[in-house]
């Protein structure tokens, strides 16, 4: 594997607000992440490389029950809050469960962002910004 969890929570603390993502999208990629995948639940994050090594960073705080039905309106509007530097992160993890929002995956390959519900069904896709 070419890339640590160290290097990657070093470019993920000069993220400030939804307006830093693409540079640390770019940050990550360029240490040899091909795709990431984040659970809402506890936060872990495991991040993969084109061979499908992967590092995840366990558990980041205590466990937040998903919504069992998807509110995507709802959803759709507190992510573009959050994507405008409205809310943190913890916030926006918050709004993810009580939407009914499990987790996402980011593919630096389609360059897309796909959010997914309990039952692992895709219910948003939006294209991963360059520069906002």
């Given at each position: 594997?070419?890339?640590?969890?160290?290097?990657?929570?070093?470019e993920h603390q000069k993220v400030k607000s939804g307006a830093d993502?693409?540079?640390?999208?770019?940050?990550?990629?360029?240490?040899?992440?091909?795709?990431y995948t984040t659970l809402v639940t506890d936060g872990n994050t495991k991040y993969f490389d084109d061979e499908n090594n992967f590092a995840e960073t366990g558990k980041k705080?205590?466990?937040l029950e998903i919504a069992g039905n998807?509110?995507?309106e709802n959803f759709k509007t507190r992510?573009?809050?959050?994507?405008?530097?409205?809310?943190?992160?913890p916030t926006f993890c918050?709004?993810?469960a009580e939407n009914g929002v499990?987790?996402?995956k980011?593919?630096?390959n389609k360059m897309t962002c796909t959010y997914f519900d309990k039952n692992q069904n895709d219910i948003l896709e939006e294209i991963i910004p360059s520069q906002l």
């Open positions: 594997m070419k890339f640590t969890i160290d290097e990657i929570k070093s993502f693409p540079n640390y999208i770019q940050a990550i990629k360029n240490l040899g992440v091909s795709h705080y205590d466990v998807a509110d995507l992510l573009k809050l959050h994507q405008k530097g409205g809310t943190d992160y918050k709004d993810c499990k987790g996402w980011m593919d630096f």
